[in-house]
């Protein structure tokens, strides 16, 4: 089969959760089918960096995207908001990436075009309608209900507000809008159920996050020092407000017993909050090259979320490289993780300290958790099963066609 896939950045360096996603599913796909990927530039970094996936792909088609002063396509905004479109989602169109995509759905065939994201899915009316191929949409997150979280950690009155508003026309637009769609994807059984309830028209088949468990071997804990590590996007609201939240509100109780922790925040382009966060044992890295030797130095990877959607996969990374993970109940909601068997929970600041030195002092608790938890990936999580189950769907929607 031929697969068209559209995404909103290309995926690589696989650095974050979505470019990850993307890219060990291409690996995966591509063994089997062809694959095209058209994408947006997320940097000039992104786009010199890119060239691996040449290896997967039968061609990359990517344009460059620049985010539009809102100001200047204000008139734009007001029509997309008569339209009952979320008005955010006009920040994301190219005309460029719209043409491209005109372009090769004119000029070739094929079975399957999936897009990635709802916030892509306008790129859907660029499809050239004598096309016989079917479509798939992916929700990583299901986005109002990931921005109504992202609402309450807002912290400022404008943020909650933009939040909330975008929320709320996701809401109205973003369930009825998948109904265009031949099949829904989430990652989650719970986003499952909530896309469900918003629209019980819809035809969705959960494809959970992975992880790769043949490159991933668990770490031993030769040379490490209590050290505690949080990997995320630190541009992304959730992890910002998570990074915060865990040195200022939690960090003190855990220090009041081990007063020589050090904590290394860890991913691309933190923002100023969290880039103050750093000084007193708190190390704030920006992008890095390995994230396996950042692991490597660190014993307890914490995941002190209170806002978002999706699954996490930096859990699922952590489970197969042998860390134990303390997370709030948000942090891991998805993924079917058992508290005290799998992994560890807490949601209040002395609760989240309180697991937190558990597994900093006792290792016959951390050889328990990552044991039980390295199981659970292998069995539930490993890339190799999860593409299966994306391309028993190809197959299942190329023999309707």
């Not at 291409?26 to 970094?45: D, R």
């Not at 008139?75 to 090769?104: M, N, T, Y």
Request: glycine fraction near 6%; include cysteine; proline fraction near 5%.
């Amino acid at each position: 089969m031929k697969i068209l896939l559209i995404t909103d950045y290309l995926p690589y360096p696989p650095i974050s959760g979505d470019s990850i996603r993307v890219y060990n599913l291409i690996k995966h796909i591509a063994v089997e089918h062809q694959v095209t990927l058209v994408s947006l530039f997320g940097s000039p970094e992104t786009q010199t960096s890119a060239f691996p996936l040449d290896e997967y792909c039968d061609q990359i088609i990517s344009v460059d995207h620049q985010w539009p002063d809102p100001i200047k396509i204000f008139p734009d905004l007001i029509k997309f908001f008569v339209k009952g479109i979320p008005i955010e989602l006009r920040l994301l169109f190219s005309q460029k990436l719209f043409d491209a995509i005109s372009e090769i759905t004119r000029t070739e065939d094929f079975d399957i075009v999936q897009i990635e994201h709802s916030r892509m899915a306008l790129y859907l009316d660029a499809l050239q309608p004598s096309g016989q191929f079917k479509t798939t949409l992916t929700f990583h997150n299901v986005g109002f209900d990931q921005y109504k979280n992202i609402s309450r950690i807002a912290t400022t009155n404008l943020g909650k507000l933009r939040s909330w508003l975008h929320s709320k026309m996701m809401r109205l637009w973003e369930p009825k809008y998948a109904e265009r769609f031949d099949r829904s994807i989430v990652v989650s059984e719970s986003d499952r159920s909530i896309l469900l309830d918003a629209n019980p028209q819809l035809t969705i088949d959960n494809v959970p996050n992975g992880v790769d468990t043949q490159a991933y071997q668990p770490l031993t804990y030769e040379g490490t020092k209590p050290s505690l590590l949080f990997v995320g996007s630190m541009s992304y609201a959730p992890n910002v407000d998570g990074a915060v939240w865990f040195c200022s509100r939690v960090l003190p109780w855990i220090r009041r017993e081990i007063e020589n922790v050090q904590v290394w925040i860890v991913g691309n382009s933190p923002l100023e909050e969290v880039v103050q966060l750093s000084g007193n044992g708190v190390h704030v890295t920006g992008r890095v090259d390995d994230i396996v030797a950042y692991y490597k130095q660190s014993t307890v990877s914490i995941v002190p979320l209170r806002a978002g959607g999706g699954t996490r996969l930096k859990i699922l990374e952590s489970m197969a490289l042998g860390r134990p993970v303390v997370s709030t109940t948000l942090g891991c909601e998805g993924l079917n993780a058992d508290d005290n068997r799998h992994l560890l929970v807490a949601d209040d600041p002395k609760a989240f300290a309180k697991k937190t030195i558990r597994l900093l002092t006792d290792k016959n608790l951390c050889q328990n958790l990552t044991t039980n938890a390295r199981e659970f990936v292998e069995a539930n999580y490993d890339w190799a099963l999860i593409s299966r189950r994306m391309l028993d769907i190809y197959s299942d929607l190329h023999g309707s066609r």
